[in-house]
């Protein structure tokens, strides 16, 4: 029987369809795999169905058994059963784990915490999903695999018929992989229904009965995983053809070499994260490309290079041939790199800010702090490179947050520019921008590549990398798993060793 | 109407002070009245000033208080117990003292919220309790007084007309200039200059105490538009890891603004301790709240990131107003705490309600 079907789903973001009628059926017992590419519209259809999206605000129908559901928040969709295990999970952690399971939900008499009954029941839900902690023990002192099976059990305590798992297994060992499965297939035997994002054609072919494929908000096929082999399914999320989505490539001749890494490593400060040895060189002009999942170290290396000091750092890095050490962002910019960094909001635009004081910034504290401003001269700098870079803006002194997503990117462009770097480092620079503006990017991107700027380029949109890039390396868990010249560029490789293990190189 | 809204604070100064002056039948717009009015507000104007940009930064600063006392009571220490109080280099002396004092303070204040990443609530309220119990230490818990003659002109000269004219003319000058050619902003600011001015002018001249204010916020101004220190302490408070990208050396700007609030609050330490004729570990007490409420009431987000140093005055000139108004109207000092926080509320909100329309 059906637990869950959708029907006819679309939904649209200011004017961008995200979803364009996916039909989905989950039946009972029985573990859907839900696979696409980054920005297929997984996480979207997700939360249509776990209530964040509500009910109006996307078409088509959700129904569960034969009836019907109109969620009006994500607290509907958990009556109705439904519930969702993010890849990020996001527990209290300073909480017991006793009541992490009944946060919301406190067993109560008259408004008070029946402390006694929490623990019982408690107990008896960590026990289904195999785990044993104390129960008095802190959240924040449990591994995430552990985490991830409190989230379970709270989410059975609540008596879930589906359970939606994201990524699951990205944080977790081996042996905690192992647990998390058996215990899915348990579920999955009681009659749960079992909906499994992944990236890991491992584990979808371990664990899935029928395999759901998402390509461009769009249903391409669901069917039983027998009937897609790894080949069929990796064709099926990315195959399509190159649109005009891309301006012509410009003919360029590479010039000397400007930077190589040599055995890079990189260790976060506390332990979480690491990447490498990797190494790479590039030359003047050229666009050198990362390929990679969310979480495989792209980001990482980018900012390690630009001089953060959350990772620890081993290696060599030589630029123009001299071996420099770049200790923070400001010695980066005076030895002429610049770094554009992958969230907008959070680690690029000030937001209480105006346009020129946005566009300066980085130019003036490369110059020292105590350095007089003329204004004259920031003006027509400022002016220039708005208009460089065709930015549509009212006034200079409008605050920069009045600005459309691509115009404020452009904004940042200019920042980086003035301070008139030899290679800049370009972290999703086209994330949440809409189509007419990420082409006006790329055109800014190869004009920079032929007067002679050079690109590290990370972005997780692969046909873009494959566009853009003149070469490209694939990074997975870390590490380098392969390297393509832009002639040999093909999806599918670049899939394939996108998603490998890291073990290569 | 936008205009309107936007100046909102000198919209409310200006009512305020037109309902003190016509509840005192005009005594509040006597010049001896304003001009005293300004002397007594010149040290909150100066810590303002300060907290300004530790405000902007995203930080606080609630040890000011304290340092005040602090470095007033080593000015006492010096020119008393030290005998510095008969000769003009004792008086220089415990003036650079009380300087040295203030800075040292905020040099370690600076350091710790820079290095450790501890909330500057905490290092700063720890301080206060340090400094205020070594004002009480090395002060015996005592007052010391008085101090010697070579300082008094600090606390009650005013400067001969022609000077206080040429001073007030570059005041306002510099005002202008930092405005950048947007001289529609200048109506509010130069309407209050004038009325201050011909306060000054009819009743003995420009103070001491208002020249030093004066001085203090022309140099704050200055920094905040016309350096990169000024524009790294608005991008750190506007957003403090878009302002690390873009290679704005925080740790280093963080250092600074803090030991430059340390060293105003030496400097007002100097001038109260002058103004009382001796120096009181009890002294200063709520300081740092008053400077922080003139600059809340001037605008600037307690978040960081967005106010001016004309907003600071402006406020800290309006809480003086509602002070010496109701002093004239003999408002019992209890019902004045009141109505001095109904107004900090009130001006916050009145602020933060034209933002959102």
């Known amino acids: 029987m059906d637990l869950l079907q959708l029907q006819n789903i679309q939904k649209s973001f200011s004017g961008v369809q995200a979803l364009k009628n996916v039909s989905l059926r989950l039946q009972e017992g029985e573990i859907l795999a839900l696979v696409g590419e980054n920005g297929a519209g997984k996480s979207t259809l997700m939360k249509i169905v776990s209530g ?47 009541e992490n399971l009944f946060v919301g939900h406190w067993p109560n008499q008259a408004g008070l915490v029946k402390w006694k009954k929490l623990e019982q029941e408690a107990a008896h839900w960590l026990g289904l999903v195999g785990l044993t902690v104390p129960l008095d023990a802190k959240m924040a002192e449990l591994s995430v695999g552990s985490q991830q099976l409190v989230e379970i059990a709270k989410a059975l305590a609540r008596n879930t018929k589906i359970l939606i798992l994201d990524e699951p297994t990205s944080a977790l060992t081996a042996q905690e992989t192992e647990t998390l499965f058996s215990l899915l297939r348990k579920l999955r035997s009681e009659g749960k229904g079992l ?98 999942l969310l979480g495989a170290g792209r980001t990482e ?13 081993t290696g060599n890095i030589f630029l123009h041939g001299v071996q420099s050490s770049l200790p923070s962002p400001m010695s980066a910019l005076q030895e002429k790199l610049t770094l554009i960094p992958e969230d907008r909001k959070r680690d690029s635009i000030l937001p209480t800010r105006n346009l020129l004081e946005n566009i300066s910034l980085s130019r003036l504290s490369s110059g020292g702090l105590f350095r007089r401003q003329r204004s004259q001269e920031e003006n027509r700098l400022a002016k220039n490179s708005l208009e460089n870079f065709g930015t549509k803006y009212c006034s200079a002194t409008q605050l ?20 008139n770097p030899d290679i800049i480092l370009l972290d999703e620079p086209t994330r949440g921008i809409d189509v007419g503006a990420k082409y006006e990017i790329y055109e800014i991107l190869f004009r920079l590549a032929s007067e002679g700027k ?14 853009l890039s003149d070469r490209m390396l694939v990074m997975a868990q870390g590490k380098v798993t392969g390297s393509f010249e832009r002639k040999d560029f093909k999806q599918t490789d670049i899939m394939r060793l996108a998603l490998a293990s890291g073990k290569t190189q | 109407m936008k205009y309107l809204s936007k100046h909102g604070i000198w919209i409310g100064f200006f009512l305020l002070a037109l309902i003190i ?17 300004l002397r007594q507000s010149s040290i909150n104007g100066i810590l303002a000033s300060g907290m300004t940009l530790v405000i902007l930064l995203g930080g606080i600063d609630l040890s000011i208080g304290s340092l005040v006392a602090l470095s007033g009571v080593f000015v006492g220490l010096s020119q008393v117990n030290w005998g510095w109080g008969n000769s003009l280099s004792g008086a220089l002396g415990s003036a650079a003292l009380a300087a040295g004092v203030g800075l040292f303070v905020g040099i370690l204040n600076g350091g710790l919220v820079a290095l450790l990443g501890i909330a500057p609530f905490v290092i700063t309220l720890g301080m206060m309790v340090i400094t205020r119990g070594l004002a009480m230490i090395f002060s015996h818990g005592s007052s010391i007084s008085p101090m010697g003659e070579s300082l008094a002109p600090l606390a009650d000269a005013y400067l001969s007309l ?62 905040l538009s016309r350096t990169t220190l000024g524009r790294s302490v608005y991008a750190i408070g506007s957003s403090e890891r878009a302002a690390f990208w873009a290679g704005v050396p925080i740790k280093r700007v963080t250092w600074l603004v803090y030991a430059f609030m340390g060293l105003l609050a030496g400097i007002a330490g100097l001038l109260l301790t002058v103004r009382l004729n001796g120096s009181d570990p009890n002294a200063g007490q709520l300081f740092e709240l008053d400077a922080i409420a003139a600059v809340v ?18 406020g800290a000139l309006t809480i003086a107003t509602l002070n010496n108004g109701m002093d004239l109207l003999d408002v019992p000092s209890f019902y004045q705490m009141v109505f001095k926080g109904i107004i900090i509320v009130s001006a916050v909100a009145m602020d933060k309600g034209q933002r959102n329309t």
Not at chain 1, 253 to 258: A, D, N
Not at chain 2, 21 to 37: I, W, Y
Not at chain 2, 194 to 201: I, K, N, R, S, V
């Open chain 1, 400 to 419: 920069i947050t009045e600005l459309s997503g691509g115009n404020q990117q452009k904004v940042i462009f200019g920042r980086a520019l003035q301070t």
């Open chain 1, 454 to 467: 050079s690109f590290l380029l990370v972005s997780s949109d692969l046909l873009e990398l494959m566009a």
């Open chain 1, 52 to 98: 964040s999206y509500t009910h109006g605000s996307f078409s088509g129908e959700i129904l569960l058994g034969n009836e019907s559901q109109a969620f009006t928040n994500p607290l509907d969709a958990e009556a109705a059963g439904i519930a969702i295990i993010h890849q990020e999970l996001s527990p209290f952690q300073h909480l017991s784990v006793a």
């Open chain 1, 195 to 292: 909906i499994y994002i992944s990236h890991k054609m491992e584990e979808i072919y371990q664990l899935a009965d029928r395999i759901h494929v998402l390509r461009d908000g769009e249903s391409i096929i669901e069917t039983s995983a027998a009937e897609l082999p790894e080949q069929a399914l990796l064709e099926k999320m990315v195959g399509r053809p190159l649109h005009r989505l891309f301006p012509e490539v410009p003919v360029r001749h590479f010039g000397k070499e400007v930077l190589r890494v040599d055995h890079l490593t990189g260790k976060h400060r506390t332990g979480r994260g690491k990447f490498g040895p990797v190494s790479f060189s590039l030359r003047k002009g050229e666009i050198l490309g990362f390929a990679g």
């Open chain 2, 162 to 223: 022609p000077l206080s004219g040429i001073l007030l003319g570059g005041f306002f000058i510099l005002f202008l200039f930092s405005l950048r050619k947007k001289l529609s902003e200048a109506i509010f600011p130069s309407a209050v200059f004038l009325l201050l001015g011909y306060a000054f002018f009819a009743y003995k001249g420009l103070p001491v105490l208002v020249v030093f204010l004066g001085l203090t916020m022309a140099f704050v101004s200055l920094l």
């Open chain 1, 301 to 313: 290396i980018l900012q390690s290079l630009f001089g953060d000091r959350e990772f620890h750092t």
């Open chain 2, 21 to 37: 002056s016509v509840a005192t039948h005009g005594e509040f717009l006597a010049p001896r009245n304003l001009s005293n009015l």
């Open chain 2, 297 to 314: 009431i001037g605008g600037t987000s307690l978040k960081g990131g967005t106010g001016t140093i004309m907003g600071s005055f402006i």
